[in-house]
Every structure is written in structure tokens, then in C-alpha cells.
């Protein structure tokens, strides 16, 4: 069992933060924060559902329980089950599969739950060194996720990037983007909310390609559907790699989803 300056210090790292850091979202010293990392005091008991909302854990995690058996994907699985983003029953896949849960991102409603997986994505593209010129969101749940992700990349790593979105209708004045004016050649990377059969993103991207030249450096979804393909069919992943040779990224799997929610049974 960890003790809870020891489970402070593995979520602090884990997010990536200073001890200065933690103690200014506090209204504290960094020695304070330093004394409980390093066993010599402890939080006031009043400050456990800051820190507990600070890290996006329970109370009880704080305290170490769970913490050494649960993975950060199981964390953002647990979150989405537990706020209706992660919905269970029986659906239909775009590739022609079925499932015992789907994805409902237009739960993805507060400040605080774009700005984290906006965070997440962020992490996404700079562990895996990703190098583009633009940013995209595709209409409409992908909108969101890339302005999340273009502001975490600078508020979190100092990273400028142009960023713009498809409209799919277009307005007034005929134009079907807005934000930056894509070029030929340039690189733009595409964030998305789930992929199957990775049709719908093909389709906008070869009405982008008649506005620009560009290039497809990857795609990174919150999910990436690959469960019970039909004979013969070609993944989202396949076709895009096989179309644009760009790889494409996923914050979690089915794999993970089903072995997470087996724990919560």
C-alpha cells in the first residue's frame, strides 16, 4: 500500500507537474508539497477533494487504494463509463460488426472533460514525436477535441501550431473551412472522436485535398474500432495507411474497454 505522499508524488509525475506546480493549484508552498512527498507531513484533511479533483481520482485513490492495479487508459475508461460516455448495450458498427458498448462523445460536455482529453491527445502526439504544420478537427465532435488539443499543446509543452476545421456545409461565402488556409504540401494532423471504418474521414479528406495538396502525417482518435470486421474488409487503420500512408493513433482500444469493464463486473 502506498502511503499518500508517495501516491501524490506517482500522480503528480504522472501529470507531469511540479511540485511548484501542485502547490500554486493549492494556494500552498512547494515545501509543503515536498513534506508529503517525502513522508514528513501530511495533507490537511480539508484539502483531499481539491487534491482528489486536481488529479481527476477519488478520495479512496488518493489513499493508494487501487492505484497500483489501475493504468491510466483504465482511468479515462472508468471516466467515460462513469460519465455516460462509455455507454453499454448492444449496437452496430460502421464496418458491418457489433459491439456490447459504444461511444457517446457528445457526453464530453463540461470545461473540465475537454480540457483532459484535449491534455491526453496532446500527450498522444508529442510521446509518439508527431511532426505536422496544422491541426484539423473534422465536423462535428472532432471540432471540439482539436481545439482542446491545440490549446493543451501550447499551455502544456509551449508547442505552436496552426489549427483549422471543416464545415462540411459551406458558408456564405462558399468556404468549407475556417481558421488557417491550408497550402500545398503542408503536413496537418487530424483529431477525431472513433474510427471503424474509417470511411467518413476518407471521404472529408479527399474534399479537403481538392482545397489544398496536403499531406496526412496521422489521425488520432479517442478509439479505434477494430472488433468483428467482415470477411474482406479493410479496417479505418488499413485504409488510411494503405490510401495516405498516414498512421493513425488511438487513446484507448476494444481491448482495453473489454478488459476494463470485465473488472467492473
Known sequence: MYTIG???RQLRRAKGVTQEDLAGALNLTYQAVSKWENG??????????????YFGVTIDELFGYKLDVMTNKERLIRH??????????ETPLQNGGH??????????????????????FADCIQENHLEFDVLMGLAYHGIAFAVATATA???????ICSYCYDRRVADSR????????????EKIVIVDDVMTSGLSVMERVKEIRRLADIQVAAVIVIINRQNQPPDGTLSGESRMLESYGAKVYSLITD???DAALQKYR
Open 255 to 257: 481491448e482495453d474497454i
Open 153 to 159: 499543446l501550447y499551455t502544456k509543452y509551449g508547442r
Open 99 to 120: 459491439s456490447s458498448w459504444y461511444i457517446n462523445t457528445e457526453n464530453f460536455s463540461t470545461n473540465a472533460q475537454l480540457s483532459g482529453i484535449g491534455e491526453v
Open 174 to 185: 462558399g468556404r468549407t473551412l475556417c481558421g488557417h488556409t491550408l497550402s500545398d504540401g
Open 6 to 8: 508517495q501516491t501524490i
Open 80 to 89: 467515460m463509463d462513469k460519465n455516460g460516455i462509455l455507454v453499454r448495450g
Open 40 to 53: 514528513t507531513a501530511q495533507p490537511d484533511i480539508m484539502l483531499m477533494p481539491s487534491l482528489a479533483t
